[in-house]
């Protein structure tokens, strides 16, 4: 049996350097997994505005630590066959035990959870999917390191060469997936446009709100509010919000977006605000010029 060597600092750093990968590229993959159930099956009770943000975290993770972790693992196989005594390095051992052992646990919760689910009833097709990715996932991570830890120290056979590269393909093709459930970044860019847009209406009415509550009436115009609150401006136009007074106690504030929220982010709803009058949610926009009717009440 070879006795194993001392651990070296590049061994140190290495072990590290390949778990600390493994782990972000495990939690990466299964959150992209997690975004394709959301997209392809949403859930009519809460509401996903979109799987966009999530997926940059991911998928950029996924992009760089790959890589790095799969170089990284050949270079320290490599050097367990040409150094024999480097497969039993206490810091090999250790971080492949504390991998086997997140990895089985995952696995026992995920399985746990599921039949606590099926056995009341609330096994639905999106939580059996997500429990089926955080399976895999957990699966994958666990027979390759249970193979490592029981290894010779010989080159990597062929079954678990070819293991490794269908993992690799699938993570290839999860990513590439990933790229058409994102807006592209000149979409995205817009919809940040449309988000700033709504906070600085929500500035407008504030602005109007103040001058109510401060004169007991609405102004002519924005001018006037402009006087003593500083008014944000179109971020892509730098044209001013549109405001026109309706009545003694009601007005009206337009912009211009780009786009129209998806249908299942359960906006533009009129919430009832009073006496009967129902508001539109700034959320609820339409994607070019759009106009929500707003009230103030009557100070007693």
């Known amino acids: 049996m070879n006795q194993p060597t001392n651990s070296t600092a590049r061994d140190v750093f ?8 493994l782990y972000a590229i495990s939690v990466s993959a299964i959150s992209t997994l997690f975004q394709y159930v959301n997209h392809f ?34 270079f320290l196989n490599k050097d367990i066959v040409a150094h024999a005594g480097k497969q039993g390095l206490a810091i090999r051992r250790w971080l492949v035990h504390l991998t086997l052992f997140v990895s089985g646990i995952t696995i026992m919760v995920d399985l746990a ?55 690799l393909v699938t993570l290839t093709a999860v990513v590439i997936g990933g790229f058409f459930l994102m807006d592209s970044p000149a979409d995205q860019r817009l919809r940040k446009l449309d988000d700033q847009r709504v906070n600085d209406l ?41 405001y026109t007074r309706l009545t003694d106690q009601t007005y009206e ?10 249908k299942d982010m359960g906006y533009g709803r009129p919430v009832p605000y009073m006496d009967g009058f129902a508001e539109r949610d700034y959320y609820g926009h339409v994607a070019g010029r759009d106009c929500f009717a707003r009230s103030v009440v009557r100070l007693k």
């Open 14 to 21: 290495l072990y590290l350097l390949v778990t600390v990968t």
């Open 41 to 74: 099956f949403p859930d009519p009770i809460y509401a996903y505005s979109s799987v966009t943000d999530i997926l940059r975290v991911s998928l950029s993770v996924l992009i760089i630590f790959t890589p790095v972790y799969v170089w990284v693992t050949r």
């Open 113 to 167: 959870t599921l039949i606590y689910n099926f056995l009341g009833g609330e096994l639905s097709w999106r939580f059996a999917l997500k429990t089926i990715a955080v399976l895999l996932v957990a699966t994958a991570v666990f027979t390759y390191y249970i193979w490592d830890i029981r290894r010779e120290a010989a080159a990597v056979p062929t079954k678990m060469l070819w293991l490794a590269r269908a993992t």
């Open 202 to 242: 929500w500035t407008v009415q504030s602005g109007v709100e103040n001058y109510w509550y401060q004169k007991t009436m609405l102004p002519e115009s924005l001018t006037e509010v402009s006087e003593s609150f500083v008014l944000p401006v179109d971020p892509e136009t730098g044209a001013a919000y549109e």
């Open 253 to 262: 504030l337009c912009a211009t977006f780009s786009f129209t929220p998806a």
